[in-house]
């Protein structure tokens, strides 16, 4: 049963038909009292809640009736509706443990998606431990290479909010596999047999992101010599990664918060609006909470990306899985550059799980291929991937330091000074060796202080 929660009988009245025409039962409440009551029924299952639903205390009342009703069931997911205006308030509720948020005017399938996420994201909680195998006979998981228990409770809660529509954010440094991670999702969810689009936004300007995102029509500037579809448009019914999400331009950022906020959007130039039926994943490297304090991110699109957030864990806090790693991105090599006798000297392995992967499972990725291309016999030993990552490096003939002689975050930047030198000081190819994108080294660079 849903609690609907608003003194406007023609709120309670409008979407407590919508619900029930979608096969949901509900009850109305028109103060904080009664609302409180109704919700301490365990048939209750979810509120939806009108913030200004007190007209005279500019949601000052609804905050507080937020807080009482997730102390009161801390499990009971609650919806708020706020009018677009208002959104800051919206923000505060979300910070208060609100599930989502909708806005005035809302349409009746914006509001039945977001109860059916908020319903299917409370039902898939509360699993026992994850455990590998157990996923791998549930879930298609042929692509996802890990079983360091730290990967695998990432990848459970991510099939556990798969057949929801919830967005997700992944956070973690570049090259952890969050792409791998987003395709799994979509593989796994009720959109699989849509599209998954991917998009870089580090690499989109500015003035181009209308037009790339949300299509345009001929005529609409200079250039618009035809009608094209934009990549929301492409990803219909389907899945769209928003990659590099903290390197979005701010003036892009109120853009995109309308699509995800109305599930609509108009193509530039044209007047016809199109609905946007697509799950949302965002992938980022950035401390966006710093970035919101900082004033570079829009603190109302963080909460409308992070429904559901998962940090992927650094190859360096995985290194168990460097074999299997390894041993996969090898087949894959083998059969691209036909080396099909190709192996690891067990010693090579020993050695790959020593070393401090800055540049995380990407580079791991593009070492193992690199060997395989390079090295003089098809077993693979120490000194092969040794002299292919002193090759990257510009390292000649000195050695790597020993583990436990420096720190890691010492150890990145002896690498990042090393390659830089040896790509006399080009950032592309510096990035790419060191399996990063450029946004991601810049990052580096200020972190330890580093003049390019």
């Known amino acids: 049963m849903i609690l609907i929660v608003d003194d406007d009988y023609s709120v309670t009245a409008s979407l407590g038909l919508l619900l029930k025409q979608k096969g949901f039962t509900t009850v109305s409440a028109a103060t904080p009292e009664t609302a409180l009551a109704t919700a301490a029924r365990p048939d209750v299952d979810l509120v939806l809640q009108d913030m200004n ?17 997730r102390s009161a069931r801390p499990g009971l997911p609650v919806i708020l509706i706020t009018a677009w205006g208002s959104i800051a308030l919206a923000v505060e509720g979300m910070k208060a443990g609100a599930a989502d948020f909708i806005t005035k005017p809302w349409s009746n399938e914006q509001v039945h998606q977001a109860v059916r996420t908020a319903l299917g994201l409370a039902a898939a909680g509360g699993a026992g431990a994850p455990d590998r195998a157990a996923l791998d006979a549930r ?37 952890t ?20 689009i991917k998009v870089n936004l580090a690499a989109l300007p500015a003035n181009l992101f209308e037009s790339e995102m949300f299509g345009h029509v001929r005529g609409a500037f200079t250039d618009a010599t035809a009608d094209r579809a934009g990549r929301f448009a492409a990803a219909q019914g389907g899945t769209i990664l928003l990659d590099e999400i903290g390197d979005l331009a701010p003036t892009c950022q109120i853009k995109l918060l309308r699509v995800l906020q109305d599930r609509s959007f108009e193509p530039v130039g044209s007047s016809r609006t199109q609905s946007s039926d697509v799950r949302v994943i965002s992938a980022t490297n950035v401390d966006l909470e710093q970035a919101i304090r900082d ?143 450029r946004p991601a080294l810049y990052r580096r660079l200020e972190k330890y202080g580093i003049e390019a």
Do not use: C
């Open 295 to 437: 004033g570079a991110f829009r603190e109302d699109l963080y909460y409308r990306l992070n429904l559901i957030r998962v940090r992927v864990p650094s190859l360096a806090e995985r290194t168990s899985d460097i074999p299997a790693l390894a041993a996969h991105f090898l087949e894959r090599a083998k059969s691209a550059y036909g080396r099909p006798g190709a192996s690891f000297d067990p010693a090579a392995l020993e050695w790959l799980k020593a070393q401090p992967w800055p540049g995380n499972v990407r580079q791991l990725e593009h070492l193992v291929e690199r060997a395989v291309l390079t090295a003089p016999a098809v077993r693979l030993g120490v000194e092969d991937f040794r002299r292919t990552l002193e090759m990257d490096l510009g390292a000649g003939r000195d050695p790597l330091p020993q583990v436990g002689s420096m720190t890691l975050p010492e150890i990145e930047r002896a690498m990042i000074l090393k390659t830089l030198k040896h790509h006399n000081g080009n950032l592309s190819r510096a990035a790419e060796s060191l399996g990063m994108s």
């Open 177 to 196: 596999g969050k792409e791998v991670l987003a395709a799994a999702v979509h593989g796994n969810s009720a959109r699989r047999r849509g599209p998954f």
């Open 139 to 175: 879930y298609d998981l042929a692509s996802v290479v890990g079983r360091h228990p730290a990967f695998v409770e990432v990848l459970e809660l991510l099939l556990r909010v798969a057949a929801t529509d919830a967005s997700i954010l992944l956070s973690g440094d570049t090259g």
């Open 53 to 69: 639903f007190s007209r005279e205390t500019s949601g000052a009342e609804g905050l507080d009736l937020l807080r009482r009703l």
